[in-house]
């Protein structure tokens, strides 16, 4: 072969080259891209079917203090904790109660007796009036609280940053910690990748921590061995979605859970084996990718939502 022919063939190769750079290029510039094959849609999942929704929004009480952090249910009276206040309503809106704190909370608890109010690291306890009865000792680097229920003498608080539950008795001294594993196989570790970690106790007095990261709700004895789980990895309106859900649980009078999730805003109840009973607020009654509000609820079923974005207490009653 001769230069010449040979100069020509590795002009037309280059061409080639180039105008293929350049069908790619235009074919993947900026506002011409093609579908991603592994992007999903959640706008489907948006619209649930009526015949899952069993509840109705009722009324709303607006909350015009500073941010909200947390809320609790107690004898009719809704207590609510936010940046460096405790406030007391009434389930009509009346204010009974408000004190400044010295600190942020992150979550509160209202027994017969006193409140348990968590901030990052730290217990305090309160009575009904909002005098300070206690200040239990720090958790220590990495604590962040998220949760306090309570069971007779124990106290029990979800710990997001160390992914651990952490049992006080009475008195304030730490009797025990676990981090969810388990010798069976079925145990896995608390997997937390947000400060999204909630616990509750039934009313058979039985420890109930999520596992956000695996969509999970699981039984626990207070030595830290796990009883029993259930979880739902769904798209659909029966499961969970996202990085870390169920952010928040309740439970009802028959063990029942609510639960409330991020991302796609959903209030859902779930029968005690995991079973969907009813969808109590759809997706398209919050913020799109909003937080995913509080919730608790009371002897009568009626369920309330803090709607962290709305900054208003949302009351839902069955249909």
């Given at each position: ?21 350049v ?14 094959p592994?992007?999903y849609?959640v706008d ?12 109705k929004?009722?009324?709303?009480i ?25 406030q007391v ?6 204010q009974?109660?408000?004190?400044e ?6 979550c509160?608890?209202a ?20 005098n ?16 306090v229920?309570v ?7 979800a ?5 651990r539950?952490?049992i ?12 969810g ?10 997997i ?7 616990l ?21 004895t ?5 009883r029993g ?7 659909s309106v029966?499961g969970f979605?996202?990085?870390c859900?169920?952010a ?7 063990g029942?859970f609510?639960?409330?999730?991020k991302?796609?805003?959903?209030i859902?109840?779930?029968d005690?084996?995991?079973?969907l009973k009813?969808v109590v607020?759809?997706?398209?009654k ?13 002897e ?6 803090l ?13």
């Open positions: 072969m001769n230069k010449k022919n040979l100069t020509v063939i590795v002009v037309l190769v280059i061409a080639v080259i180039l105008l293929i750079i069908m790619d290029f235009s074919k993947n510039r900026p506002g011409k891209l093609g579908e991603n592994y992007a849609d489907e999942f948006v619209t649930v079917d009526p015949s899952w929704i069993h509840y929004e009722t009324r709303n607006p909350l015009k203090n500073r941010q909200c952090t947390g809320f609790d249910i107690f004898e009719n009276e809704i207590y609510i904790v936010g940046e460096q206040f405790l309503i009434t389930t009509d809106g009346r009974k109660l408000f004190r704190l010295e600190a942020i909370p992150t509160i608890k027994e017969h007796d006193k409140l348990y109010i968590g901030f990052e690291r730290f217990l305090q306890l309160f009575d009904h009036e909002g300070k009865l206690a200040s239990w000792e720090e958790l220590g680097e990495k604590t962040v609280i998220t949760s229920a069971k007779g003498e124990y106290i029990y608080v710990d997001a940053g160390n992914r539950v952490v006080y008795d009475s008195s304030g001294v730490v009797k025990h910690e676990f981090e594993k388990s010798t069976s196989e079925a145990g896995h570790g608390f937390v990748p947000s400060p999204n970690f909630d509750v106790v039934n009313n058979y007095g039985e420890l109930w921590v999520v596992n956000p990261g695996k969509h999970a709700i699981e039984n626990y207070d030595d830290g061995e796990m789980f259930w979880q739902g990895s769904s798209m029966e979605t996202g990085c859900n169920p928040e649980i309740a439970v009802m009078e028959d029942s609510v639960t409330s999730e991302g796609l805003v959903r859902k109840i779930y005690p084996s995991g079973r009813s607020a759809p997706p398209d919050f913020k799109e990718e909003g937080r995913a509000p509080e919730v608790d609820t009371d009568t079923g009626i369920i309330y939502a709607d962290f974005d709305k900054m208003m207490i949302r009351i839902f009653e069955p249909k």
